[in-house]
């Protein structure tokens, strides 16, 4: 059996793998919440790796909130950068394979066309900072890895555009969202797949790889298409990032060149219209 840890096991995307996990009667897994493993404590994090055997660890653990990292800097940094750190240098002595996830937020939006893993990164805010430094600590202290970069991420677990979407078109009659950020969303349970198949695959090919679902599109035809697809009676206007204002500057364009890791993986890319239909005849209200 391949044992594998997962942190940040009280989010999406580790409840994402854990929704899945049974079909991978290969791989042994132990799922923890903040709560049990502090990633930022190095000592717990050196305990629990000296107590348990694992042969992979999937940082699913992340400060999100990227609007509050604006004010919330020190908070952010010592999940995102110092919990990675933590998790590289204890994986690098315990001969464990890390799979980390990052975000789109690394580069700063000026690009026409889709990012390359190799292409320059220019985080715009906090939260894109800190992840990037943490990639950064990742790389320099383990050799054994994967960072996998991702954008726009939802699904049926915990909060995300999608589920507000959804809220929102039943409490509301009108809605305006933002028509000038392009990027690709990408369905949570579709990145656990491509995870749990490098796993499966025991692939030494380390590195940054990209993964999204495929596709171009604004925040405000991805809410169109939520609508469309659900049936949802409610009015939607286009408005701007000027219009609407947020702590955080947010990349313009992030859309992610995702080829490097369907070549790996030898995999068909999903279209994000598919993607979206699969998650919500999974998403269910009280």
Same mark, same amino acid.
């Given at each position: 059996?391949?044992?594998?840890?997962?942190?940040?096991?009280?989010?999406?995307?580790?409840?994402?793998?854990?929704?899945?996990?049974?079909?991978?009667?290969?791989?042994?897994?132990?799922?923890?919440?903040?709560?049990?493993?502090?990633?930022?404590?190095?000592?717990?994090?050196?305990?629990?790796?000296?107590?348990?055997?694992?042969?992979?660890?999937?940082?699913?653990?992340?400060?999100?909130?990227?609007?509050?990292?604006?004010?919330?800097?020190?908070?952010?940094?010592?999940?995102?950068?110092?919990?990675?750190?933590?998790?590289?240098?204890?994986?690098?002595?315990?001969?464990?394979?890390?799979?980390?996830?990052?975000?789109?937020?690394?580069?700063?939006?000026?690009?026409?066309?889709?990012?390359?893993?190799?292409?320059?990164?220019?985080?715009?805010?906090?939260?894109?900072?800190?992840?990037?430094?943490?990639?950064?600590? *990742?790389? %320099?202290?383990?050799? !054994?890895?994967? &960072?996998?970069?991702? =954008?726009?991420?939802?699904?049926?677990?915990?909060? $995300? /555009?999608?589920?507000?979407?959804?809220?929102?078109?039943?409490?509301?009659?009108?809605?305006?969202?933002?028509?000038?950020?392009?990027?690709?969303?990408?369905?949570?349970?579709?990145?656990?797949?491509?995870?749990?198949?490098? *796993?499966? %695959?025991?692939?030494? !090919?380390?590195? &940054?790889?990209?993964? =999204?679902?495929?596709?171009?599109?604004?925040?405000? $035809? /991805?809410?169109?298409?939520?609508?469309?697809?659900?049936?949802?009676?409610?009015?939607?206007?286009?408005?701007?990032?000027?219009?609407?204002?947020?702590?955080?500057?947010?990349?313009?364009?992030?859309?992610?060149?995702?080829?490097?890791?369907?070549?790996?993986?030898?995999?068909?890319?999903?279209?994000?219209?598919?993607?979206?239909?699969?998650?919500?005849?999974?998403?269910?209200?009280?």
């Amino acid at each position: 059996m391949i044992k594998v840890l997962v942190t940040g096991g009280k989010g999406q995307l580790a409840q994402c793998i854990q929704s899945i996990s049974n079909d991978y009667p290969s791989l042994d897994f132990v799922f923890l919440g903040s709560n049990d493993l502090d990633i930022s404590n190095i000592n717990e994090v050196e305990n629990y790796f000296s107590e348990n055997n694992f042969d992979y660890c999937i940082n699913c653990a992340a400060y999100t909130a990227v609007d509050k990292a604006e004010e919330e800097q020190e908070l952010a940094k010592k999940v995102n950068v110092t919990g990675a750190k933590n998790l590289a240098i204890t994986c690098k002595n315990k001969d464990v394979v890390l799979i980390h996830i990052s975000t789109d937020f690394v580069f700063d939006g000026e690009a026409k066309t889709p990012y390359r893993e190799d292409d320059s990164t220019n985080p715009i805010s906090v939260y894109g900072q800190t992840k990037r430094d943490g990639e950064l600590e *990742i790389s %320099s202290n383990l050799s !054994q890895h994967f &960072i996998i970069r991702t =954008s726009w991420l939802y699904s049926e677990f915990a909060g $995300n /555009f999608v589920k507000t979407m959804l809220r929102l078109s039943k409490e509301r009659e009108e809605l305006s969202v933002v028509d000038d950020q392009t990027g690709c969303p990408t369905y949570a349970k579709d990145l656990a797949e491509i995870i749990l198949k490098i *796993i499966d %695959s025991q692939s030494k !090919q380390f590195g &940054i790889y990209h993964y =999204s679902n495929q596709g171009e599109i604004t925040w405000y $035809n /991805f809410a169109k298409e939520i609508f469309k697809q659900s049936q949802s009676e409610i009015k939607l206007h286009k408005t701007d990032s000027k219009t609407f204002k947020t702590l955080a500057t947010r990349p313009k364009y992030s859309v992610l060149n995702t080829s490097k890791i369907h070549s790996l993986l030898n995999l068909e890319p999903v279209k994000w219209e598919k993607s979206l239909e699969k998650c919500l005849k999974e998403i269910t209200f009280e």
